[in-house]
């Protein structure tokens, strides 16, 4: 075996490792956005496990403590209490497993919905799209909120409910998306080739057309959940979602709104919580974009 060989190896993964080292610089932001969705992860699993407090426990004695760096502030209590007493960091901590939860569900009852009739529209066309695409201009045209406090009066506020509710309004943009693209698929060579082999219909839908949309469905998926994240908090802050004393962001910035003039940090934390929860999964989302689409890729 000549020197050649012996060193190439070495030399071959040193290049592929600086590659990746490329790819992840241009791709920074993205970057930041996979560690913030990462800690969110790891905060939601062992919530229970890293909280200072329950985030239950009541106590008048310490109600509206500021956070430990301002005058008045405790060090058991980092963040501050809110109006009961209630530990401000631990019931942040655990509305952040609420936010995944909700987010999470609802896009994968929207996925299950959208794509399922975006694929049927994009692949029979005629009567079957004009009904499908007829929907889904009503729902696009249909106010979200209106929409959403209609179906939770009906069902009731709950998690489950809220997560229906997410996921009942939110499917149109994963029908127009697979419509479009199933529409170019469904003439391309392999798709005919499958047709012409007399393959079932159900068949050439889930082998050879739903694979090809996945890049696409995931990119959309992870921007939709930052969407169902704040759409969360929002109905929560109208008392239409998580109920107390369930930690819900949404929730925290309702009940520090009679407080925001004197004892911001009741509205200032969760307010920030969500908005770095959404600008990761953003971050994150269009990196993924620029991974998967050839048109935004860049070497």
Same mark, same amino acid.
């Given at each position: 075996m000549t020197a050649t060989a012996v060193y190439a190896t070495p030399r071959r993964q040193t290049n592929r490792i600086r590659a990746i080292l490329r790819k992840a610089w241009h791709l920074r932001l993205g970057v930041v956005g996979g560690l913030i969705i990462f800690a969110m992860l790891l905060v939601a699993f062992g919530v229970q496990w890293i909280t200072p407090h329950d985030p239950y426990e009541q106590n008048i004695m310490? +109600? $509206?403590?500021?956070?430990c760096w301002m005058e008045g502030g405790v060090s058991s209590h980092i963040l501050g209490t809110d109006h009961v007493g209630r530990d401000l960091l631990s019931r942040i901590l655990y509305g952040t497993r609420i936010s995944l939860v909700v987010g999470l569900s609802a896009v994968v009852l929207q996925i299950v919905i959208g794509v399922f009739l975006g694929l049927l529209a994009g692949y029979y066309g005629g009567k079957v799209d004009s009904i499908i695409s007829f929907m889904v201009n009503v729902m696009m045209g249909f106010p979200f909120i209106l929409l959403a406090i209609s179906l939770i009066a009906v069902l009731g506020p709950s998690l489950q409910n809220i997560v229906i509710a997410l996921g009942c309004t939110g499917w149109p943009v994963f029908t127009r998306v697979t419509r479009v693209e199933t529409i170019k698929l469904k003439e391309r060579e392999f798709v005919l080739a499958a047709v012409s082999q007399a393959f079932s219909t159900l068949r050439i839908l889930i082998r050879h057309i739903l694979p090809n949309l996945l890049p696409s469905i995931l990119v959309l998926g992870t921007v939709?959940? @930052? +969407?169902?994240? =704040? +759409?969360? #908090?929002? $109905? #929560? /802050? !109208?008392?239409?979602? =998580?109920?107390?004393?369930?930690? #819900?962001?949404?929730?925290? !910035? @309702?009940?520090? +709104?009679?407080?925001?003039?004197?004892?911001?940090?009741?509205?200032? /934390?969760?307010? $920030?919580? =969500? /908005? !770095? #929860? @959404? $600008?990761? =999964?953003? !971050?994150?989302?269009d990196a993924l974009r620029d991974v998967t689409d050839p048109h935004t890729r860049k070497d």
């Open positions: 310490q +109600r $509206l403590l500021p956070p939709e959940v @930052a +969407r169902a994240i =704040i +759409r969360e #908090s929002l $109905l #929560s /802050f !109208l008392g239409l979602g =998580i109920q107390p004393p369930t930690p #819900s962001w949404g929730m925290m !910035l @309702a009940e520090g +709104r009679d407080y925001m003039l004197m004892e911001w940090w009741l509205a200032a /934390f969760p307010g $920030l919580a =969500i /908005f !770095l #929860s @959404a $600008l990761g =999964i953003n !971050l994150l989302g």
